[in-house]
Nanobody
């Protein structure tokens, strides 16, 4: 059974930082690229960061580039999203996902498994 579980969300003041974690089980970590997505109220889910299983390549959405950093630890099958200089518009449910592929321009390809999300709220 595939499990993808996020943690680390919460309430933070604008300009602050959060570090999201994603633990995975039930699938081969090295067979997937890994991404973070978010969905704000009333908006569609969007990809914000993606990393290859080897960690050698990453891709970011322009709105978060330079503020967010995706990383992974294959030893414990975990993926992380360090979020700095947070803005109120970063408020959303954040999801971790395993993807079939990676593209340096578009990020993660077709999603294999989703987590249930962790809520990030940035107060102004």
């Amino acid at each position: 059974q595939v499990q993808v579980e996020e943690s680390g969300g919460g309430l933070v003041q604008a300009g602050g930082s959060l570090n999201l974690s994603c633990t995975t089980s039930g699938l081969t970590f090295a067979d997937s690229s890994w991404g973070w997505f978010r969905q704000a109220p009333g908006k569609q889910r969007e990809g914000i960061a993606c990393i290859t299983w080897g960690g050698g390549s990453t891709a970011y959405q322009s709105a978060v580039k330079g503020r967010f950093t995706i990383s992974r630890n294959s030893a414990n099958s975990s993926v992380y999203l360090q979020m700095d200089s947070l803005k109120p518009e970063d408020t959303a449910m954040y999801y971790c996902a395993a993807a079939q592929s990676f593209n340096s321009r578009d990020g993660c390809g077709k999603i294999k498994s989703w987590g249930h999300g962790t809520l990030v709220t940035v107060a102004s």
